[in-house]
């Protein structure tokens, strides 16, 4: 069967690229001096360029393609629901079996007080849902007074008007007036960053307590919910300490407000546990999903709606006018079923928690001996690694981000996909991973920082 892609070389589509592409999170002028990298084809953890150039994908992508590339049971779960029921809704009292199967097998998979789903295309659609999920609720409750949603600063939720005012990204509110009305932000449980003379610990609990302050200036009566990344991901991988997440359960309780766990990154197996949700021990009453869901193979995401709400929206609520054309997308949803059912029959999250994670963990420790880092942590398969100019004292370099990009470049030069966060390098490699495979990763990312280290002394910043 003839492809609709033609073959074409590198430089044609660099050339088209160049003439007809607006890309996300891109400066233009800046990439037409570089030229686009073409990726052509994927299988395991690897991507192969335009050209032929294997790359180890440290990133699954966009923290999405779990179970790595070329998983043939999920092109054909595609193909499969292609021909049987290509598209149809479910608004309007209908329904087909992929997303009833997918809600089913959500309910199974999420933590207990998990038996409803909210499904959308996108994690950032997930997070414009819970907006109007949590205000609705409250409205029904007759507390329509109880609008505002905390969230932090540097968090990330997405890049819709609702996604991106959640997030806490400077850079994003500044284009477009953002955040919409009702949305605040308090500080984020980034020790390495922000916790100066303070134990992980004792910074972890001043860093939850933020929020207890900021509902009482704001009036408890008035606070709808509050909405967090289990490990902030696009942030640049922060790892709270332990002390954050059971001092903010203990306070969302207190104070009778909704937790959202913001899941896109942390779910389906990236801790070790299902959800970043069980690593930390706390209870959320929504989820937002996506990325995993589908291993990145369709677009798919979805609210996970705790019994609490959805006794409300399932009964006393009314009409929910708020969906979208493909909210559960028969073949995206067929998808997320195999991919679901894979993560299960090949007990892939116990192997993260039990076998790759460990040896990872391992071997990203000892990148911490390296002179330009000044942290390397990790949960699962999600970790950073800190670039600083003077290790004891945690100095970063100045001009935040340059750095990060040199060792990007060099990673990349190097065959290995790490993305840089300011000069934070962090890695979410497909949960697939073998042993050697982390050898080679870790060896990767060892050359690229002592090849940034020569840069840093050539150009008299070291
Ligand atoms: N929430 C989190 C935690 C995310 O990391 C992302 C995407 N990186 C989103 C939401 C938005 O998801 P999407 O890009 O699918 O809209």
Redesign the pocket.
């Known amino acids: 069967m003839a492809s609709s892609i033609p073959d074409r070389s590198t430089s044609e589509w660099q050339a088209l690229d160049a003439a007809h592409y607006i890309h996300p999170f891109t400066d233009h002028a800046a990439l037409s001096k570089k030229g686009t990298r073409v990726i052509t084809r994927a299988e395991g953890v690897y991507l192969y360029e335009s050209g032929g150039r294997r790359i180890l994908d440290g990133m699954s992508g966009?923290?999405c393609v779990n179970l790595g590339y070329g998983r043939r049971e999920l092109a054909d779960a595609a193909y499969q629901q292609l021909q049987e029921l290509p598209y149809y809704n479910s608004f309007f009292q209908v329904a087909h079996p992929p997303a009833i199967e997918l809600a089913r097998l959500l309910s199974e998979v999420t933590p207990p007080q998990f038996k409803h789903v909210f499904f959308t295309g996108?994690?950032?659609?997930?997070?414009d849902t819970v907006v109007r999920t949590v205000r609705h609720y409250w409205n029904v409750l007759g507390q329509p007074e109880r609008t505002v949603i905390i969230s932090r600063h540097n968090?990330?939720?997405?890049?819709?008007m609702a996604?991106a005012s959640l997030?806490g990204m400077k850079p994003m509110h500044e284009q477009g007036g953002l955040p919409i009305p009702g949305i605040v932000h308090i500080r984020q449980p980034y020790w390495f960053g922000e916790g100066g003379e303070l134990s992980p610990e004792e910074f972890g609990r001043v860093a939850a307590r933020a929020l207890e302050e900021k509902i009482l200036q704001i009036g408890p009566e008035k606070v709808a919910a509050f909405i967090g990344?289990p490990i902030?991901?696009?942030g640049g991988v922060i790892i709270p300490p332990s002390t954050y997440w059971p001092e903010i359960q203990r306070i969302v309780d207190k104070y009778g407000i909704l937790l959202v766990a913001?899941?896109?990154?942390?779910g389906f197996g990236r801790t070790g546990r299902w959800f970043g949700s069980e690593y930390f021990g706390i209870r959320p009453d929504l989820m937002?999903i996506?990325?995993g869901l589908s291993s990145g193979y369709l677009?798919i995401?979805g609210v996970m709606v705790g019994d609490r709400v959805a006794e409300v929206m399932t009964v006393k609520a009314g009409e929910f006018n708020h969906g979208f054309t493909y909210s559960g997308h028969p073949v995206a949803c067929a998808v997320a079923c195999a991919a679901i059912k894979i993560l299960r029959d090949e007990r892939i999250v116990d192997r993260v928690n039990d076998d790759v994670g460990p040896y990872l963990q391992r071997r990203w420790a000892e990148l911490a001996s390296h002179p330009l880092v000044g942290e390397a942590r990790i949960v699962g398969l999600i970790g950073a690694l800190e670039l600083v100019k003077d290790k004891a004292k945690r100095l970063n370099f100045p001009d935040p981000g340059d750095v990060g990009v040199i060792c990007r470049d060099l990673c990349i030069a190097n065959g290995l996909v790490m993305r840089a966060v300011r000069d934070t390098m962090i890695i979410a490699p497909p949960l697939v991973i073998t042993h050697a495979q982390i050898d080679e990763l870790v060896e990767k990312a060892r050359a690229a920082l002592d090849q940034t280290q020569q840069e840093l002394h050539r150009q008299g910043r070291l």
């Open positions: 966009l923290w996108s994690g950032s659609e997930a997070n968090a990330y939720h997405g890049s819709t996604g997030g990344e902030q991901g696009a913001d899941e896109v990154i942390c937002p996506a990325k677009p995401g």
